[in-house]
């Protein structure tokens, strides 16, 4: 008995030597071929890749493609993650999910422009960004420690996670 990698089912007889019907000497050895199941493929690793070529790769190596769109900050259409996983053996056919990002989320930025320094941090802390203080100095005593001007403006949107500059009076 020899196993092969075949298309038919494990344990399916998928040939003989001599061929059935045969007439052989009493003695004669007889080789059966016994279905191991499908060749199984490495999975390549196709994270980082645009979900296009990412797809084309799998489905030439002989895989099928999933898509499912998920949050992440990486750009719109990139592959972030792959089930089963890079180096993973898997036989021909065999369905490759794909989670592909839907981009960065956006949010609204807080106007902290005219806010106390440590009120306007809190703030867009809170709200999910990341501050960098710049300090400028100023003619007017009133205006030392609150917020003189920011970049984004408040009102637009940036990547959540995005560095909001906040320019303080000193």
């Not at 645009?50 to 799998?58: F, G, R, T």
């Not at 440590?118 to 030392?144: C, K, M, Y």
Request: glycine fraction near 12%; hydrophobic fraction near 35%; avoid cysteine.
């Amino acid at each position: 008995i020899v196993e092969v990698y075949s298309d038919k089912d494990t344990g399916t007889v998928t040939g003989q030597n001599p061929k059935a019907g045969e007439k052989v000497k009493v003695g004669t050895r007889v080789q059966i071929n016994v279905s191991r199941g499908v060749r199984p493929l490495t999975v390549p690793s196709v994270i980082g890749q645009p979900y296009e070529q990412a797809a084309s790769a799998l489905e030439g190596a002989g895989f099928r493609v999933v898509r499912q769109n998920v949050e992440s900050d990486q750009p719109a259409g990139t592959v972030v993650d792959q089930n089963p996983g890079s180096g993973a053996s898997a036989p021909a056919g065999t369905t490759v999910t794909l989670s592909v990002s839907k981009g960065p989320v956006e949010e609204q930025v807080p106007d902290v422009s005219s806010q106390a320094e440590d009120d306007a941090i809190t703030t867009l802390e809170a709200a999910g960004f990341q501050v960098d203080v710049q300090r400028e100095g100023t003619d007017d005593p009133a205006l030392d420690g609150f917020v003189l001007r920011q970049d984004p403006a408040g009102g637009s949107k940036a990547p959540k996670g995005a560095t909001v500059t906040i320019v303080v009076g000193q």
